[in-house]
């Protein structure tokens, strides 16, 4: 029994990450390794900006993605 509900619990808590939401501008604290996508004029169309957090010190990483391949991407990350 606390095996099912301990697999009902990690269910309930997997599929919110499977939705990814697109910001309107890049947030000011964003943790380290941490990835979000922004919806920015500098990308060209149909494209959006992903985000990664940094350690102190060091830049974010920017790069522009089509949304269907980072949403596969992150599909196959999450077991």
């Known amino acids: 029994m606390r095996s099912f509900a301990l ?6 808590v997997a599929m919110p990450c499977l939705a990814q939401t697109i910001l309107k501008s890049e ?3 964003l943790a380290p390794y941490e990835v979000v996508f922004v919806q920015d ?15 102190r010190g060091l830049h974010r990483r ?14 196959t990350a999450i077991p």
Request: net charge positive.
């Open 62 to 75: 920017k790069t522009c993605v089509s949304l269907t391949s980072a949403q596969a991407s992150l599909a």
């Open 7 to 12: 697999g009902l619990i990690l269910s309930a």
């Open 27 to 29: 947030p000011l604290a």
């Open 41 to 55: 004029a500098s990308c060209p169309a149909g494209k959006v900006l992903k985000v990664t957090g940094a350690i």
